[in-house]
């Protein structure tokens, strides 16, 4: 069974940095092309990133480009984003997202329960 | 403000069939498959439809898809009180070289 579990959302301060994590399993992370999407609660969903299964390919939302970098370390079945010059409107539920087929550049399929972050001073 | 646009609310008595909408561009819609998504309250995202046609496993046929030009539409039929929820539609932009997602609708029963 397909598991995905984030992971390092916290209050942090305007201006500060994040990494968010997400645990895979039930499937080989290698072979599939991942996102990040987010939520502001009771708002409709804004997809923030992916990165292809090979790792040579990353995709950002313009509002997050130069801020956030996707990275996946395999070995370690992970996904990461770290999250720099954190501003009030990065303030969402964080989800993680395989794709549906191995070795394409997908939609979302499978989805984590998401993790919270919440950028306040 | 969504590049897909999706209406706010559709309201409809159990049994009853519903159809949503998905409104885009050439960019988008027009020249990528759709996908839609269920989102129970309080739950995550659940794609319900993929390929713009396709069901998973554990969808019911009460739930079909369909896409033409540069729009795409969800139609769910025999309304339970289970199926309210938010939906999404959400597909590539190649212009954008970005996911987008429709605005939402939310279905009450």
């Known amino acids: 069974e397909v598991q995905l579990v984030e992971s390092g959302g916290v209050v942090v301060r305007p201006g500060g940095s994040l990494r968010l994590s997400c645990a895979a399993s039930g499937f080989t992370l290698e072979d599939y092309t991942m996102h990040w999407i987010r939520q502001v609660p009771g708002k409709g969903l804004e997809w923030v990133s992916l990165i292809s299964w090979s790792g040579r390919s990353t995709y950002y939302v313009d509002s997050v480009k130069g801020r956030f970098t996707i990275s996946r370390d395999d070995r370690q079945n992970s996904l990461y984003l770290q999250m720099n010059s954190l501003t009030i409107d990065d303030s969402a539920f964080y989800y993680c997202?395989?794709?549906?087929?191995?070795?394409?550049?997908?939609?979302?399929?499978?989805w984590g329960r998401g993790t919270l972050v919440t950028v306040s001073s | 403000q969504s590049v897909l646009t999706q209406p706010p609310s559709i309201s409809a008595a159990p049994g009853q069939r519903v159809t949503i909408s998905c409104s885009g561009r050439?960019?988008?819609?027009?020249?990528?498959?759709v996908s839609w998504y269920q989102q129970l309250p309080g739950t995550a995202p659940k794609v319900v439809i993929y390929?713009?046609?396709k069901r998973p496993s554990g969808i019911p046929d009460r739930f079909s898809g369909s896409k033409s030009a540069t729009s795409a539409t969800l139609v769910i039929t025999g309304l339970q009180p289970g199926d309210e929820a938010d939906y999404y539609c959400?597909?590539?932009?190649?212009?954008?070289?970005?996911?987008?997602f429709g605005s939402g609708t939310k279905v009450t029963i």
């Open positions: 959400g597909t590539w932009d190649s212009s954008l070289t970005a996911y987008v």
């Open positions: 997202a395989k794709v549906g087929r191995p070795q394409v550049i997908g939609p979302p399929d499978s």
């Open positions: 390929d713009n046609n």
């Open positions: 050439t960019s988008n819609i027009g020249n990528n498959i």
